[in-house]
């Protein structure tokens, strides 16, 4: 009896060993990925659009530090840091023997060069507040770096791990919007306009047991239908974000395939010209807060993926504040609001919506409707995806559009007046500032749900749903980050299952 139940523990034990090796990561192959909006541009640092993000960071560009599945901190191409107990003074420590795609070296020299690039105003960083609040960099040695502030920012190791941080060779002449160059597991082969980004392994890359695929693609295919489609013919592998939730639903029962509902960073809202009329005035803004509905545009319009919010702050992010009581749907406060604000038969107005996502369009048309009950009817017009970049997020040229805003901590947005909302608040600017220089965790969660209370409070915009991320694969495609706690569709430990 005893031989009998050691040999049972043997046998469970290889069952055991023989199913960890059998999920062991497999190198080798191809993975096709599908977005749906083709990036301006190959370089983060000089452009705001996600689709950026989306395709480069974290497989093409690294930055100091990284952002892992579960939203915390990693070493990037520092080892690690440390932070002075003032919180003036970080002083980073480089990963040695690392090197750029095209053989350049990367040390701390290039990394200075990199940060004081990134504040220059001429070079357009989309986030040039990211680095203004860099005293000084020094490189005392090749791999260390020391960074001094001007005052403290609670967002700092934060802010080094967007894509605006990536680090790129000081010497090539290569144009980085469409040659991007970087020390990422993935290198650049060619950018087909209109249809696709391909790159390959970087074998050269610092860590010698990534990445596992040999190649990536990202295919640019914006309708949903189409989408689908290409995922079931098997021209892709993976729908980083599925345009259309109807489809993941019934993809769902398809052993074929897997979906993932994971969180987001990201914050589906109505945007609005706070100073075009009639949205200048805040009695009209809580007007459209009290008629909206947000279960209902979670609904109807992502079919009950999502999660509605009350204020700009994705509730898997930390300080989230739940807002969502602060205003419930009531449509006779909403007329009785816009009675007192001037307009007893409601107005008309313009909803400009990006055609190039679904879910924007589809929650222009429910709201439309939603408001149209409390007297406000809205026209809507359809525009091609450069014209919105360049009509309404440049020029300001609208009076409400309906996007997705993506960005990890964004809430500064607020605290800049020539920001495409056009809100100008002391109170806000205040408050985030406090945010940022708050000494402890709980002064962060004081001053970063603050700022949520107050844009709150002003109805800056129509807050609606925090997005899931609704990736849809491959069942055979194992390492795919279920959440999506920072912009990047990071492949870098994406393998195939044999």
Not at 475 to 490: F, H, K, Q, R, S
């Amino acid at each position: 009896m005893k031989y009998a139940l050691c040999a049972l523990v043997l046998i469970l034990s290889l069952v055991v060993v023989s199913s960890a090796f059998a999920q062991a990561p497999i190198k080798g192959g191809t993975l096709t990925v599908c977005q749906p909006a083709e990036p301006p541009g190959l370089d983060p640092t000089t452009h705001t659009a996600a689709a950026i993000d989306r395709v480069v960071y974290a497989n093409i560009y690294e930055g100091l530090v990284k952002v892992d599945s579960g939203g915390g901190f990693l070493p990037g191409l520092a080892n690690g840091w440390n932070i002075s107990a003032d919180g003036l003074v970080y002083t980073f420590n480089l990963r040695k023997g690392v090197t750029f795609h095209n053989g350049e070296p990367f040390d701390a020299a290039v990394a200075k060069w990199n940060l004081e690039q990134a504040a220059l105003p001429e070079n357009g960083n989309p986030h040039p507040e990211y680095f203004n609040g860099i005293a000084t960099v020094d490189a005392p040695d090749s791999h260390t770096l020391v960074i001094r502030l001007d005052a403290v920012d609670a967002l700092f190791i934060a802010h080094m791990a967007e894509g605006d941080a990536v680090m790129r060779p000081m010497k090539s002449d290569a144009d980085a919007k469409s040659n991007p160059i970087g020390t990422g597991p993935f290198k650049f082969v060619k950018w087909e306009r209109g249809d696709r980004v391909e790159m390959v392994r970087f074998d050269g890359y610092w860590n010698p047991f990534l990445p596992y695929l040999d190649r990536v693609v990202f295919r640019f295919i914006s309708d949903p239908a189409a989408q689908v489609a290409a995922l079931k013919a098997g021209d892709i592998d993976v729908i980083g974000s599925i345009a259309a939730p109807e489809s993941a639903m019934m993809l769902e029962k398809d052993l074929r395939f897997k979906v993932y509902a994971g969180t987001t960073t990201g914050e589906v809202i109505m945007s609005t010209n706070n100073l075009a009329a009639p949205f200048d005035n805040r009695m009209v803004r809580r007007a459209m807060a009290h008629a909206i509905d947000r279960q209902a545009v979670v609904d109807l319009v992502m079919f009950g993926y999502g999660t509605p919010i009350g204020s700009h702050w994705s509730p898997s992010t930390p300080y989230y504040k739940d807002l969502t009581g602060r205003y419930p749907y009531d449509p006779e406060t909403a007329r009785a609001l816009l009675k007192e604000a001037g307009y007893p038969n409601g107005f008309s107005a313009t909803i400009k919506l990006p055609a190039i996502y679904s879910y924007s369009r589809r929650a222009g048309e429910v709201i439309a409707d939603m408001l149209s009950r409390v007297g406000i009817d809205l026209t809507i017009e359809i525009v091609e995806w450069g014209q919105w970049i360049d009509r309404i997020f440049k020029k300001k040229e609208y009076q409400l559009t309906m996007i997705g805003h993506v960005e990890a901590w964004d809430i500064g947005i607020y605290a800049k007046p020539d920001y495409y909302f056009q809100y100008d608040s002391q109170a806000f600017r205040d408050a985030y500032a406090n945010a940022l220089k708050a000494p402890d965790e709980a002064g962060k969660a004081k001053w970063f749900g603050r700022c949520q209370e107050i844009i709150a409070d002003d109805a800056v915009n129509g807050f609606l749903f925090s997005a899931p991320s609704l990736a849809v694969m491959k069942a055979n495609v194992m390492g795919w980050w279920e959440n999506y706690p920072t912009i990047a569709l990071d492949c870098t430990a994406v393998w195939w299952k044999q």
